[in-house]
C-alpha cells in the first residue's frame, strides 16, 4: 500500500482549514486516512505558531516506514526541520509570455517614434526662430539705409 503524508481540506467555503493526514494515495484527497498528524490554518498570519500544528514524532515513525509527502507538507517539515527540502529553481518563470514580449516591443517602439518626433519638434521651432530672425534683422538694417 501507497501511503501519502497529504493535506485534507475542511473548513467552510472561503474559509479553508486543513488537516495534515497520513493516507493510503489512493484515496480520496477528503477521504478515509489512517492518521492526522497535524492542521494547517492558512487563514492565520505566516508569522503565526498556531499556523501549521505537526506531531514531529508521528511525522518522523510515517517518514520512516516510507510514506512521502506532499509538496506543501514538504515545506511544512522542512521548517519544522523534520526533513531537509531542496529548492527548486526555475528561470522561466519570471519571464514574460511571448504575447507580453511582442506588446512590451510595440509599446517600446512607439516610446522611440515619440521621442524622435519631440526631437524633430524642439529642432524645427529652433531653426524656424533662426530662420524668422534673419529676415528681421535684414529689415531692421533696410530701415536704417532709407
Do not use: C
Not at 498556531?50 to 522542512?78: C, Q
Amino acid at each position: 500500500m501507497a501511503v501519502a503524508i497529504r493535506l485534507s481540506r475542511g473548513g467552510a467555503k472561503k474559509r479553508p482549514y486543513y488537516r495534515i493526514v497520513v493516507s493510503d494515495s489512493r484515496s480520496p484527497r477528503d477521504g478515509k486516512y489512517l492518521e492526522q498528524i497535524g492542521t494547517y490554518n492558512p487563514m492565520l498570519p505566516k508569522d503565526s505558531g498556531e499556523r501549521v500544528k505537526l506531531n514531529e514524532d508521528r511525522a518522523r515513525h510515517w517518514l520512516s516506514v516510507g510514506a512521502v509527502p506532499s509538496d506543501r507538507v514538504h515545506r511544512f517539515f522542512d521548517a519544522a526541520g523534520i526533513l531537509e527540502r531542496a529548492p527548486k529553481n526555475n528561470p522561466k518563470k519570471g519571464e514574460p509570455g511571448e504575447a507580453a514580449k511582442e506588446r512590451a516591443e510595440e509599446k517600446a517602439a512607439k516610446a522611440a517614434e515619440a521621442e524622435e518626433a519631440a526631437k524633430a519638434a524642439a529642432e524645427a521651432p529652433a531653426e524656424e526662430a533662426a530662420a524668422e530672425e534673419a529676415p528681421a534683422e535684414e529689415a531692421t538694417e533696410e530701415q536704417a539705409e532709407g
